[in-house]
């Protein structure tokens, strides 16, 4: 049984959608059209099921929370596949199967997977509409909480199908929650035929097909194929007092800062400067007919990690998640409000965790979990980019690339030219975060910030980097930054978030020729004495230099731990890459 109208014509979604049905078999099928009666509809019935609570209405308008299953609260790489028709192509940092052998076997997890249950048809547009990146996905879900998270997430309903038309070149996205049993938990991807199928999960990354699994892992496979980047990157626009804009996009591995870094507030010191967010997470590049690269942010709102965030460390993101939010996995207070570590204020006496269960401050766990995310729509950003919509993006004039790094890593340098750059990104190194499953905070080599969302072989995803420098005329600038570098005592160096807009000037200033720097073994990096720490609280000359110190017997060790990524690539792995290293053993 159909519930909604069947909002399309396109033959090969109707085919498609009967198919998945017939083999799912669900009680119903219900054909999401992105309206606002259909929101409020589909929201009162996920809080009358018990898969949204609703919160205080006065406090968070339109606000929900939502708690996944304690096994299911990350993405989980050992579970996430790339099948593409041989393992080359997958090489050898990806989970690869044979497509054939993988398809039969979800198949037959699939089958009779729906029984009961409600098949949503979720049509969603990746991109401004007209844009020559734009995608579309039709996502195929039995989850009511992925339904209305895609609708935040993404543009969805009738602007999907307008931008497709007769087409049959969609994104076929298959969900299906099973019984959420980790032994049955399969992400995975079909590049070669633009498809991907995610069961056993009911977690937003590895859910919500349009965010990771198709803007990155699909569209990086796409992007090599048709000539353009997909990237897990921010894009910010910054304005200076006289009206000149600068697009900057920036990889940091997540839980690392880019969602505070997309929505800085300058500091006091920089009266008259204003930053635009353009995009939080992903960026689409591809070059320009004025020789720039020029990126699309193709997602419609916020996926964040929400611990630590409050008015003092991202007063934007707090404004942006006060309303239409749906919260995971954080703690609900007596009064219907939610709390989470590092918001402001002092915590609650009591409230319930994010399992369901009594906390007190004195409880040993926390009270929301290390990776509770907030999804809000993009609109609600009081600093969004009115280029959000552009469909040819915003020219960007620098990459940035950073981790987090107690040691080693000086706050910023920029690279000495473009295939330094490519070196530096595909060296990145950062301590693992609880965005990922696994042990936190070891280094891992996480190239570009893309190791678990490449798409194909990470040597020839170096490779294409590398080829994409011969189509532009007006390349990016590359920098690298580390906001996280320690003390003996353990304590943060460099304040952080807003005062980044210190180091966001700098690299700006260089871009345009007009900020001078000194030559150090890993490019050029600030002069102590210019750089610019004018009302910069507890901040000298020497205690900048010690942020700036390279240390060669570190650095040696850092040379040695590429080895960790470089040699499982090394039989394809670019020779300038190589070059590149010996260069800067050389140097230090």
């Not at 697009?247 to 800062?257: E, I, L």
């Not at 570098?485 to 020729?513: H, S, T, Y």
């Not at 731990?561 to 590149?580: I, T």
Request: with cysteine; hydrophobic share 40%.
């Amino acid at each position: 049984m159909s519930i909604g109208s069947q909002n399309t014509l396109n033959p090969h979604v109707v085919a498609w959608v009967n198919e998945t049905a017939a083999l799912c078999e669900p009680e119903r099928i219900y054909w999401c059209d992105g309206s606002e009666e259909e929101r409020a509809q589909l929201t009162e019935e996920a809080v009358r099921q018990g898969v949204l609570i609703e919160l205080n209405q006065e406090k968070l308008p339109g606000c929900y929370l939502h708690r996944s299953h304690p096994n299911d609260v990350a993405r989980v790489e050992a579970c996430t596949y790339i099948c593409t028709p041989t393992q080359k192509e997958a090489g050898p940092t990806n989970n690869w199967t044979a497509p054939d052998q993988m398809y039969d076997r979800l198949r037959q997890l699939s089958a009779g997977a729906m029984r009961g249950r409600t098949l949503y048809v979720v049509p969603y547009l990746m991109g401004p509409p007209g844009s020559p990146l734009a995608r579309v996905g039709i996502e195929l879900t039995d989850s009511l909480y992925v339904a209305l998270s895609m609708r935040i997430m993404t543009r969805m309903g009738a602007v999907a199908y307008g931008e497709l038309e007769d087409r049959a070149d969609f994104n076929r996205g298959l969900h299906s929650m099973l019984d959420l049993n980790p032994e049955r938990r399969y992400i995975v991807h079909f590049p070669q035929d633009n498809a991907i199928i995610s069961l056993g999960s009911n977690y937003g990354g590895n859910v919500l097909l349009g965010k990771k699994c198709l803007a990155l892992r699909i569209g990086s496979y796409l992007g090599r194929r048709e000539g353009w980047m997909a990237e897990h990157m921010l894009i910010l626009g910054v304005e200076s007092p006289s009206g000149e804009k600068t697009y900057v996009a920036a990889a940091f591995p997540s839980a690392c800062g880019k969602t505070n870094f997309a929505m800085m507030v300058p500091p006091k010191s920089f009266a008259g400067w204003k930053i635009w967010t353009i995009g939080d997470d992903i960026a689409w590049m591809s070059p320009g007919p004025d020789g720039h690269l020029h990126a699309i942010n193709p997602e419609a709102g916020y996926f964040g990690v929400i611990p630590g965030t409050n008015f003092a460390s991202n007063p934007n993101a707090i404004k942006t998640i006060s309303r239409d939010t749906i919260f995971t996995n954080v703690a609900l207070t007596p009064d219907g409000d939610v709390w989470w570590e590092g918001k402001d204020g002092t915590p609650p006496v009591q409230c319930i965790d994010w399992r369901g269960e009594p906390w007190t401050p004195k409880s040993p766990t926390p009270a929301a979990h290390p990776n509770s995310r907030f999804a809000a729509p993009m609109r609600n950003n009081p600093m969004l980019g009115v280029e959000i919509d552009d469909p040819a993006g915003v020219p960007i004039s620098a990459i940035i690339f950073g981790g987090r790094r107690a040691a080693t890593m000086p706050l910023v340098f920029q690279t000495f030219n473009w295939v330094h750059g490519v070196f530096t990104g595909a060296t990145l190194g950062s301590e693992t975060t609880a965005a990922a499953a696994g042990k936190v905070g070891q280094i891992r080599r996480d190239p570009m910030a893309m190791l678990p969302f490449c798409g194909y072989d990470m040597s020839d995803y170096f490779t294409h980097w590398l080829e994409m420098r011969r189509r532009l005329t007006r390349p990016p600038r590359i920098f690298h930054v580390n906001w996280f570098r320690k003390d003996a005592q353990n304590r943060f160096l460099w304040p952080g978030f807003g005062e980044n807009m210190r180091v966001l000037k700098w690299i700006i200033d260089r871009c345009r020729g007009c900020a001078t720097a000194v030559e150090s073994p890993l490019g050029w990096i600030p002069d102590a004495e210019t750089f610019d720490l004018e009302g910069l609280p507890n901040m000298s000359r020497e205690q900048f230099a010690e942020l700036q110190l390279i240390q060669p017997d570190e650095w040696r060790r850092e040379i040695l731990s590429h080895d960790e990524l470089f040699l499982k690539l090394y039989a394809r792995l670019p020779k300038e890459l190589v070059f590149q290293r010996e260069l800067l053993a050389s140097r230090i």
